[in-house]
């Protein structure tokens, strides 16, 4: 979509520069950032659409930096695995999201903007703890 290509060319560019690790924690940084800013934009919907291309452009920027960086960190042997399972993180999110915007936002948009904000400050502070940058060094 629209907004995803932006996030890309940013995901390229930071990965160039920062590396792996930072750009992951500053894209869902950035994803947290846009999902707080939500809870303000209840007069208008054209700041609210603008926060929501800001979320959909940095998610899909972090993913494929996080594809990358995690094909990159688990030894030749394992890598399939490990990939497959950040995979399936990222498809159970994909699962749960729409129980959380058609069932829990009906009753209360509030909690709804505070459950996305949450996981995705969460994610943004684990990643913090990866455990090593993979930028420039050899896969083994």
């Given amino acids: 979509t629209a907004a995803e290509f932006p996030g890309l060319l ?7 520069y920062i590396g792996r690790r930072r ?3 500053l894209e869902m940084t950035g994803v947290t950032a846009c999902y707080a800013l939500l809870f303000y934009c209840d007069v208008s919907k054209s700041v609210m659409l603008l ?6 452009g940095f998610i899909t920027g972090a993913y494929q930096a996080a594809h990358v960086y995690t094909a990159e960190v688990y030894p030749t042997h394992v890598r399939a695995t490990g990939l497959a399972f950040a995979s399936s993180c990222a498809r159970i999110g994909a699962l749960t999201t729409p129980f959380v915007a058609e069932v829990v936002m ?4 509030f909690q ?3 459950i996305y904000t949450l996981v995705s400050g ?5 990643t913090l703890f990866y455990p090593i940058e993979t930028t420039g060094k050899d896969l083994s």
Avoid: D, P
């Fill in 10 to 16: 940013l995901t390229v560019v930071l990965t160039y």
């Fill in 23 to 25: 750009t992951i924690t």
């Fill in 51 to 56: 926060f929501i291309f800001g979320v959909r």
């Fill in 106 to 109: 009906v009753n209360s948009l």
């Fill in 112 to 114: 709804g903007k505070l």
């Fill in 122 to 126: 969460v994610t943004a502070f684990s």
